[in-house]
């Protein structure tokens, strides 16, 4: 798979939005990305790719589910849901966290993950990495191990990355 072609090919497809939703916040809009089907399966293809067997994909709301249901389907695996406070209908885990633009809080169900499962998250951008830390947090309490996480987009600038220690691939770094 040629990686800097995808990239390239993704990066023209991504719309900046200044101010939004705060001053300040250049908002990384991906949804001319998503209306083009032959690239969203490719982006699909490579956020699958090289991970070993994995047991769950844990999406994280709400645009990493949309790539969490792609992923599932190709790597054989089930879908968990990482949301955002008081949407699960069953019993929770809970971690609070804070973002590039606020505070949150994020939850998944208590029987989502088996102890020693294999599990994969995604989301659509890496910006501080609090919303990605809640999420290893989360399924490490449950007993499963992340086999790393997966984003299309990374803010290089703000370094969330540090604060993950999983394997980490993103499609395209900004500034890049
Ligand atoms: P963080 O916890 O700071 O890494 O924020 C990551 C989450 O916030 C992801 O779910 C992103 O969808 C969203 N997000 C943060 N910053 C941006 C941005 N500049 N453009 C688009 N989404 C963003």
């Known amino acids: 798979m040629d990686t800097a072609r995808l990239a390239a090919d993704v990066s023209a497809r991504i719309r900046d939005i200044p101010d939004f939703?705060?001053?300040?916040?250049?908002?990384?809009?991906?949804?001319?990305?998503?209306?083009?089907?032959?690239?969203?399966?490719?982006?699909?293809?490579?956020?699958?790719?090289?991970?070993?067997?994995?047991?769950?994909?844990?999406?994280?709301?709400?645009?990493?589910?949309?790539?969490?249901?792609?992923?599932?389907?190709?790597?054989g695996a089930g879908l968990v849901l990482a949301r955002k406070a008081g949407k699960l209908p069953w019993a929770t885990v809970a971690v609070d966290y804070g973002l590039e633009y606020g505070a949150a809080?994020?939850?998944?169900?208590?029987?989502?993950?088996?102890?020693?499962q294999r599990v994969l998250i995604v989301d659509d951008l890496l910006a501080t990495g609090g919303t990605a830390a809640a999420a290893v947090d989360l399924v490490r309490r449950l007993g499963g191990e992340v086999v790393g996480f997966g984003f299309v987009i990374e803010l290089a600038f703000l370094d969330g990355r540090s604060r993950l220690d999983v394997p980490v691939r993103s499609l395209l770094t900004v500034p890049d």
Not at 107 to 113: A, F, K, V, Y
């Open 21 to 75: 939703p705060k001053p300040g916040i250049l908002f990384k809009d991906i949804t001319p990305m998503l209306a083009d089907p032959p690239l969203f399966g490719r982006v699909l293809d490579w956020l699958a790719a090289d991970w070993g067997p994995v047991d769950l994909v844990v999406g994280i709301e709400s645009r990493g589910f949309i790539f969490g249901a792609g992923l599932v389907e190709r790597l």
């Open 105 to 116: 809080c994020l939850e998944m169900h208590t029987d989502s993950i088996r102890q020693g």
